[in-house]
């Protein structure tokens, strides 16, 4: 299932495989011995008793790296220690708080594509990837998530009580960068984002002190969690309100590019009417496929009820020419298994938000075919992948997240329905990466330009899916930037988690 998802979504495991050993020697990087910081960080992880430490040329080292989704992101951190506790957490960042000179990442599903989110070179990088198990708690029918799993592991776990949660719709994503940053789901127009949905967070604050946030202990915390990020401590786990989840009805649908403009418009009519029909889900992808040479549509349908092609999807579904087509009734996690993306490649994604207007979401996607055109003309092994995506920002969304206490994204303050529209550009080499960001750029900058013009723009960009030459949390409004900082100094007065972490974006680099 996933692999035929990925070669629809993609390109060949052939070019996958091929990029990935290529990064195996262009990732190894001299490190330098005589930096302040070098190995003594390490070192002391290991006196202090700390077992699961790993240096490079250690398998398990090794696999964690390549595990990164981004070639971009396979940086070469001085160790790599997973903690199996929320006790050794607390240990850790107590030893590298101490020396002011020690820095270090956070690393859940690794999913962030830029280098440097959740990884570092001349520090150590904390994986939490051993702490990954997911406890379903019947009587609240509360998901106890570790901040390490992925959403394919939590689904499998809760798929046995019949219930769900509201997590990624790409099964290998991490589960602490989505929620700690929103986390867009198939059971948004019915429950908010992702964060809305956490009804406790256990987290590790920057001196060591392990505590809960929720509704009543640290309610500042809590609500701060909720889209504010990397900036107040590591969260160890999550704990999100499950519900009653039968199967959905979901799959992919595959078209030529020629029904662009029949897909555009039916997009454009369903954003409007999720506040009617709450139960569906739609993404569209126009993406240039190397296997092809050619862009075609692939859009993701789910309704979370299972209901067969329910109204709402006539337009879409009444648009010819469809050339693959794995509509079901299936679970949550095999749902997610199928919008696999290829990873293999280095990545550069941006998105910005548009209102939902049939001109502005047109050019956005002509300006698509377009920057593929040049971007081929370019590229130098022609093996590339580029994905121009549409998401419905409905004004719903953000009303459930309102109902469920709110959260720090700001989108309560839009009075019109929006769309996400979301490139990611996936090339081989250092070379291609570095043109890519300087043209994803001036794209972003062009179609943000022309929603202006048409007095269509919206300022929100969205955190988990941002470039690192974004600055998202500057557009969450300022109410929320202002909670943030206070939350961030009352709960790390030191500054730990803005300046010895620089992954991620932080509140202290807002202007
Ligand atoms: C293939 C793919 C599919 C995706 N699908 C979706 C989707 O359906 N919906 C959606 O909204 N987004 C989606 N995303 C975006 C995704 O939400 C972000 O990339 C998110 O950051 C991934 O989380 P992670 O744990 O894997 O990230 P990581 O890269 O591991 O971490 C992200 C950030 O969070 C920080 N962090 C990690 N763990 C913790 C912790 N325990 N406490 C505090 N901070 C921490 C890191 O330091 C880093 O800054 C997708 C991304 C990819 C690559
Ligand atoms: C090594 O690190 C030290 C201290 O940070 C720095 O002064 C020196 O220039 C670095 N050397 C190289 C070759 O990068
Ligand atoms: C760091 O320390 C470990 C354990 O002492 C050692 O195996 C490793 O070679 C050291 N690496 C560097 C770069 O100093
Ligand atoms: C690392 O990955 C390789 C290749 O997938 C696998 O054979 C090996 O068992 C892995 N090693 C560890 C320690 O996980
Ligand atoms: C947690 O991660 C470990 C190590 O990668 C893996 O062996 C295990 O299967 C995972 N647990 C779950 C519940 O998926
Ligand atoms: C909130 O935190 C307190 C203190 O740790 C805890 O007793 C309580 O159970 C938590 N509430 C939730 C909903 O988890
Ligand atoms: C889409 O919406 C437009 C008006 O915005 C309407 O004219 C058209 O009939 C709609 N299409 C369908 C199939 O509902």
């Given at each position: 299932?996933?692999?035929?998802?990925?070669?629809?979504?993609?390109?060949?495991?052939?070019?996958?495989?091929?990029?990935?050993?290529?990064?195996?020697?262009?990732?190894?990087?001299?490190?330098?011995?005589?930096?302040p910081t070098s190995n003594s960080s390490c070192t002391a992880l290991q006196s202090a008793g700390l077992?699961?430490v790993?240096?490079?040329?250690?398998?398990?080292?090794?696999?964690?790296?390549?595990?990164?989704?981004?070639?971009?992101?396979?940086?070469?951190p001085y160790c790599?220690v997973?903690p199996?506790s929320a006790e050794e957490v607390a240990k850790i960042v107590t030893i590298l708080s101490q020396d002011t000179t020690r820095s270090f990442a956070i690393r859940?599903?690794?999913?962030?594509?830029?280098?440097?989110?959740?990884?570092i070179?001349n520090g150590v990088t904390i994986d939490l990837?051993?702490?990954?198990?997911?406890?379903?708690?019947?009587?609240?029918?509360?998901?106890?998530?570790?901040?390490?799993?992925?959403?394919?592991?939590?689904?499998?776990?809760?798929?046995?009580?019949?219930?769900?949660?509201?997590?990624?719709?790409?099964?290998?994503?991490?589960?602490?960068?989505?929620?700690?940053?929103?986390?867009?789901?198939?059971?948004?127009?019915?429950?908010?984002?992702?964060?809305?949905?956490?009804?406790?967070?256990?987290v590790v604050l920057a001196s060591g002190q392990i505590v809960?946030?929720?509704?009543?202990?640290?309610?500042?915390?809590?609500?701060?969690?909720?889209?504010?990020?990397a900036n107040f401590g590591i969260v160890t786990?999550?704990?999100?309100?499950?519900?009653?989840?039968?199967?959905?009805?979901?799959?992919?649908?595959?078209?030529?590019?020629?029904?662009?403009?029949?897909?555009?418009?039916?997009?454009?009519?369903?954003?409007?009417?999720?506040?009617?029909?709450?139960?569906?889900?739609?993404?569209?992808?126009?993406?240039?496929?190397?296997?092809?040479?050619?862009?075609?549509?692939?859009?993701?349908?789910?309704?979370?009820?299972?209901?067969?092609?329910?109204?709402?999807?006539?337009?879409?579904?009444?648009?010819?020419?469809?050339?693959?087509?794995?509509?079901?009734?299936?679970?949550?996690?095999?749902?997610?298994?199928?919008?696999?993306?290829?990873?293999?490649?280095?990545?550069?994604?941006?998105?910005?938000?548009?209102?939902?207007?049939?001109?502005?979401?047109?050019?956005?996607?002509?300006?698509?075919?377009?920057?593929?055109?040049?971007?081929?003309?370019?590229?130098?092994?022609?093996?590339?992948?580029?994905?121009?995506?549409?998401?419905?920002?409905?004004?719903?969304?953000?009303?459930?997240?309102?109902?469920?206490?709110?959260?720090?994204?700001?989108?309560?303050?839009?009075?019109?329905?929006?769309?996400?529209?979301?490139?990611?550009?996936?090339?081989?080499?250092?070379?291609?990466?570095?043109?890519?960001?300087?043209?994803?750029?001036?794209?972003?900058?062009?179609?943000?330009?022309?929603?202006?013009?048409?007095?269509?723009?919206?300022?929100?960009?969205?955190?988990?899916?941002?470039?690192?030459?974004?600055?998202?949390?500057?557009?969450?409004?300022?109410?929320?930037?202002?909670?943030?900082?206070?939350?961030a100094a009352k709960f790390d007065p030191t500054g730990v988690f803005q300046t010895r972490m620089p992954g991620g974006?932080k509140?202290s680099?807002?202007?």
């Amino acid at each position: 299932m996933s692999c035929s998802a990925m070669m629809r979504l993609s390109s060949s495991a052939l070019a996958a495989a091929v990029a990935f050993s290529s990064s195996a020697t262009a990732g190894l990087i001299d490190i330098n011995m005589t930096a302040p910081t070098s190995n003594s960080s390490c070192t002391a992880l290991q006196s202090a008793g700390l077992k699961n430490v790993y240096y490079p040329g250690n398998d398990i080292y090794e696999n964690r790296t390549h595990s990164y989704f981004s070639i971009s992101a396979q940086l070469e951190p001085y160790c790599i220690v997973q903690p199996t506790s929320a006790e050794e957490v607390a240990k850790i960042v107590t030893i590298l708080s101490q020396d002011t000179t020690r820095s270090f990442a956070i690393r859940s599903g690794g999913h962030t594509v830029w280098p440097g989110a959740a990884n570092i070179d001349n520090g150590v990088t904390i994986d939490l990837g051993l702490m990954n198990k997911t406890t379903f708690v019947p009587e609240t029918k509360v998901a106890q998530v570790g901040a390490g799993s992925r959403w394919r592991e939590v689904y499998g776990a809760l798929e046995p009580y019949g219930v769900t949660v509201t997590g990624g719709r790409t099964s290998t994503v991490g589960v602490a960068g989505f929620l700690t940053g929103g986390g867009n789901n198939f059971y948004a127009g019915r429950r908010g984002f992702g964060c809305d949905n956490v009804v406790n967070y256990e987290v590790v604050l920057a001196s060591g002190q392990i505590v809960n946030a929720n509704d009543t202990e640290n309610s500042g915390l809590f609500r701060a969690l909720k889209g504010g990020s990397a900036n107040f401590g590591i969260v160890t786990r999550f704990d999100m309100q499950a519900f009653d989840a039968p199967e959905l009805w979901g799959g992919l649908v595959t078209y030529p590019k020629s029904v662009t403009p029949q897909h555009v418009a039916a997009y454009v009519n369903w954003t409007n009417n999720i506040v009617n029909y709450q139960d569906g889900s739609a993404i569209t992808f126009w993406t240039y496929d190397p296997t092809k040479k050619d862009i075609i549509i692939t859009a993701a349908y789910e309704d979370i009820t299972g209901a067969v092609a329910a109204p709402a999807f006539d337009e879409f579904l009444a648009i010819p020419d469809q050339t693959s087509n794995t509509m079901r009734i299936d679970t949550h996690r095999n749902l997610a298994i199928e919008l696999e993306l290829t990873s293999g490649y280095r990545n550069v994604w941006y998105a910005i938000t548009i209102k939902n207007d049939l001109q502005i979401v047109t050019k956005a996607i002509d300006m698509h075919r377009q920057f593929v055109e040049d971007w081929k003309a370019q590229s130098p092994d022609g093996d590339f992948i580029c994905h121009g995506i549409l998401q419905a920002i409905p004004t719903i969304f953000s009303q459930h997240s309102v109902e469920k206490g709110g959260n720090m994204l700001g989108l309560d303050r839009e009075t019109d329905n929006a769309v996400m529209f979301q490139v990611q550009l996936m090339v081989n080499g250092e070379d291609q990466e570095k043109l890519g960001r300087e043209r994803m750029v001036a794209f972003r900058e062009a179609i943000k330009q022309y929603s202006v013009d048409m007095d269509g723009a919206v300022e929100w960009q969205y955190l988990n899916y941002a470039d690192s030459t974004q600055d998202p949390l500057s557009t969450y409004g300022q109410k929320n930037i202002d909670h943030i900082r206070e939350v961030a100094a009352k709960f790390d007065p030191t500054g730990v988690f803005q300046t010895r972490m620089p992954g991620g974006f932080k509140i202290s680099k807002v202007a």
